[in-house]
């Protein structure tokens, strides 16, 4: 069954290269949950970018050279000197008793880069120290690994894994400033539902070894410039509810087959590239195969994912209220389009028994919008 489904998965994907998924495109994950079309294209491994693009929907969100090279900076300034910078800020700003500090550099074992190597490594000193065994207390770019939909996927943060108390927490370093105590709150929730991914992939290699998940603190620790400044300040972020809904979304991907079993069999994205990698096939003949898929469109999706454009305009054409929004996605709950908003709301439709109540508050709002206008269009009228 698992090798029906991995070929039905490489048939969606067609002739191009599979992508492996990243703590960013796990994250993307847990912000749309009900996306279908989503949970498809990253099962198959394909390349969402290049299939929007040729669709006529190019992404055009992405983080800038400037952003990254700034972020490097940030992050290489913490971890100076043994984390020294990074120390002062658990000790001083969040009142962390850390009396003994073992730093342990993984970025490679012994010169040896790869993978396999670094992970196995990581998770001996790991467990280790969760054992009691070890002297670690800091660990600069862990090698951790997730299983995802029956893929291996490395995981490399850029951050720092610390023990305290009996229990290893996730540091996230970004460059974005908390300034008087706040926050970006939407560079906040993106910096905690990639460190999700993270503790679900540390809690995962532990279990391997018979140690629980409590091991692992679902509550992570933000770093970032103070105010104006250069100098880091940290906070601790709830991500209690990102794990659990990206646990959920990952289970959801294992149980992939099922959403799989309702496509065409002879459905495919698969953009037939030439020797130069350009698409050859029709663009309509892709868009008409994407329209096959269920898709969930929400406007935050225009912050995290490739295929954002599509299906906003997918979600306009046909009148889906999720255009314009989860808020009123749940404010009208029991109408599906905008459509049946409007005539519910002019008095064009009759409601069913689940709309009554909904039909007379749209139909409150549009008399007060129209006695709104014809106030402000009566001359000499002021606001």
């Known amino acids: 069954m ?4 991995d070929e039905r998965l490489d048939a969606l994907r067609g002739s191009a290269p599979r992508l492996t998924y990243s703590a960013r495109s796990l994250a993307a994950l847990e912000n749309n949950p ?8 990253d099962a198959s491994g394909s390349n969402k970018a290049k299939i929007a693009a040729h669709a006529g929907y190019p992404a055009l ?16 300034m ?3 000197n043994g984390c020294a910078e990074l120390l002062r800020v658990l000790r001083e700003t969040l009142e962390l008793t850390l009396p003994e500090v073992g730093y342990k550099d993984l970025n490679d074992v012994g010169g040896d ?4 190597v670094r992970h196995a490594r990581t998770k001996q000193l790991l467990v280790q120290a969760a054992l009691g065994l070890g002297d670690g207390t800091l660990y600069d770019h862990p090698m951790l690994r997730l299983q995802v939909g029956g893929h291996a996927v490395f995981l490399e943060p850029d951050l720092v894994a610390f023990r305290i108390d009996d229990r290893f927490h996730v540091v996230e370093i970004k460059s974005f400033p908390i300034i008087d105590g706040q926050a970006d709150p939407v560079q906040v929730r993106s910096a905690t539902t990639q460190a999700c991914a993270y503790i679900i992939a540390l809690r995962a290699m532990l279990a391997d070894a018979g ?3 409590e091991a692992v603190s679902d509550t992570i620790v933000l770093v970032a410039p103070k105010d104006f400044t250069n100098r880091p300040t940290a906070a601790f972020v709830d991500a209690r509810k990102q794990v659990a809904t990206l646990t959920r979304q990952l289970a959801r991907i294992e149980r992939i087959g099922d959403l799989v079993r309702l496509l065409p ?15 050859q096939r029709p663009a309509q003949e892709l868009t008409e195969a994407l329209d096959q898929v269920p898709a969930t469109y929400r406007p935050d999706c225009l912050n995290h994912c490739e295929m954002a454009f599509y299906c906003r305009a997918r979600a306009r054409a046909c009148g889906s209220l999720d255009a314009l929004g989860p808020a009123v996605r749940e404010q009208l709950g029991g109408i599906d389009t905008v459509t049946m908003a409007l005539g519910l709301a002019r008095g064009q439709l009759t409601p069913n028994n689940d709309q009554v109540e909904m039909a007379v508050a749209l139909r409150h709002a549009a008399r007060l919008r129209a006695e709104l206008r014809a106030t402000s269009e009566t001359p000499g ?3």
């Open 381 to 383: 009228a002021t606001t």
């Open 78 to 80: 913490v971890k100076d």
């Open 211 to 213: 140690i629980g998940p």
């Open 265 to 279: 069999e002879d459905l495919t994205f698969d953009l037939a590239a030439d020797e130069t990698d350009r698409p």
């Open 113 to 116: 880069g790869r993978l396999e």
């Open 34 to 41: 009900r996306c279908t079309l989503r949970a498809v294209l």
């Open 2 to 5: 698992k090798v029906a489904v």
């Open 61 to 76: 969100f992405g983080q800038s050279s400037f952003a990254i090279t700034r972020g490097n900076a940030f992050e290489a």
